[in-house]
T-cell receptor, first 115, second 112 residues
Framework: ETGVTQSPTHLIKTRGQQVTLRCSSQ?????VSWYQQALGQGPQFIFQ???????GRGNFPPRFSGLQFPNYSSELNVNALELDDSALYLC??????????????FGPGTRLTVL | AQSVSQHNHHVILSEAASLELGCNYS??????LFWYVQYPGQHLQLLLK??????LVKGIKGFEAEFIKSKFSFNLRKPSVQWSDTAEYFC??????????FGQGTTLQVKP
């Protein structure tokens, strides 16, 4: 069984640029959730995608957007990058979108540095 | 508002010592609770979870956690830690929105 994969591993951008991060979900999972983990903090929920639709969003501005594809892989796009966007971005896949009994499995993350 | 509080930010233990990491949550409805671990250089891994039933939950690698509803707590325990348990530990709660709310994390350092 293939686990959750993310690309790229590391990325360096400058303020104002745009970035796209990618995630492939675990086999058999149809839901992808994205989290931002700042240094020394716990992950913060950005949004969740289920069947190619956004299925819940955290307290992040609209310049954070996403997509989910028919094969359940997903992208996270961040426009107009700010220094505070520097963080580890985690993707998690699961099979029970929006349900409290959902169990999310995480990928290795993409480390984004904004200069 | 939903929140999770982990009281110990940095814990240092010697091998064979017993471990207890505190976790308290704030949520008005039915909660499901999780402990995740992040070993150095590795991704977040699920240690254990509680949905219902026996409040004492056993996870991988000898870890267990006890759900005490009256105290809004879900503390993680291990009778005897090993050097390989050095990692960051996160408690999380999921309500009916499908999103995980994480605590700030506890860094555990085990000295050989």
């Amino acid at each position: 069984e293939t686990g959750v994969t993310q690309s790229p591993t590391h990325l360096i951008k400058t303020r104002g640029q745009q970035v796209t991060l990618r995630c492939s979900s675990q086999s058999g999972h149809n839901t992808v959730s994205w989290y931002q983990q700042a240094l020394g903090q716990g992950p913060q929920f950005i949004f969740q995608y289920y069947r190619e639709e956004e299925n819940g969003r955290g307290n992040f501005p609209p310049r954070f957007s996403g997509l989910q594809f028919p094969n359940y892989s997903s992208e996270l796009n961040v426009n107009a990058l700010e220094l505070d966007d520097s963080a580890l971005y985690l993707c998690a896949s699961s099979a029970l979108a929006g349900m409290s009994t959902d169990t999310q499995y995480f990928g290795p993350g993409t480390r984004l540095t904004v200069l | 508002a939903q929140s999770v509080s982990q009281h110990n930010h940095h814990v240092i233990l010697s091998e064979a010592a017993s471990l207890e990491l505190g976790c308290n949550y704030s949520y008005g409805g039915t909660v499901n609770l999780f402990w995740y671990v992040q070993y150095p250089g590795q991704h977040l891994q699920l240690l254990l979870k509680y949905f219902s039933g026996d409040p004492l939950v056993k996870g991988i690698k000898g870890f267990e956690a006890e759900f005490i509803k009256s105290k809004f707590s879900f503390n993680l325990r291990k009778p005897s830690v090993q050097w390989s348990d050095t990692a960051e530990y996160f408690c999380a709660v999921m309500g009916n929105t499908g999103k995980l709310i994480f605590g700030q994390g506890t860094t555990l350092q085990v000295k050989p």
